[in-house]
Nanobody, 122 residues
């Protein structure tokens, strides 16, 4: 049973930083793609950042390039999303996701966490 558990969300002022964590369990993820998505009410879920667990290419949405960084800790089986210079428009529920096997960075996600709320006050 694959489990992805996010943590680290909260309320922060504009310009501040947060680090989201996604603890993965239930299988080895060395051949998977890991992604962070976000969703606001009334809008579609959008991909924010993605990476191959084994390393190599990464993807960032244009809206977060230069501000967000995705990374992972193999020993802890955890993926992170470091978010700096936060803006009010970054307010959303953030979800961690994983693919069942390695593919592209933008799709094919089968496993999802429960989400964590990030609220940026202006």
């Amino acid at each position: 049973q694959v489990q992805l558990v996010e943590s680290g969300g909260g309320l922060v002022q504009a310009g501040g930083s947060l680090r989201l964590s996604c603890a993965a369990s239930g299988r080895t993820f060395s051949s998977n793609t890991m992604g962070w998505f976000r969703q606001v009410p009334g809008k579609e879920r959008e991909i924010v950042a993605a990476m191959y667990w084994s390393g190599g290419s990464t993807y960032y949405a244009d809206s977060v390039k230069g501000r967000f960084t995705i990374s992972r800790d193999n020993a802890k089986n955890t993926v992170y999303l470091q978010m700096n210079s936060l803006k009010s428009e970054d307010t959303a529920v953030y979800y961690c996701a994983a693919t069942a096997n390695r593919g592209g960075l933008l799709g094919g996600y089968s496993y999802w966490g429960q989400g964590t709320q990030v609220t940026v006050s202006s």
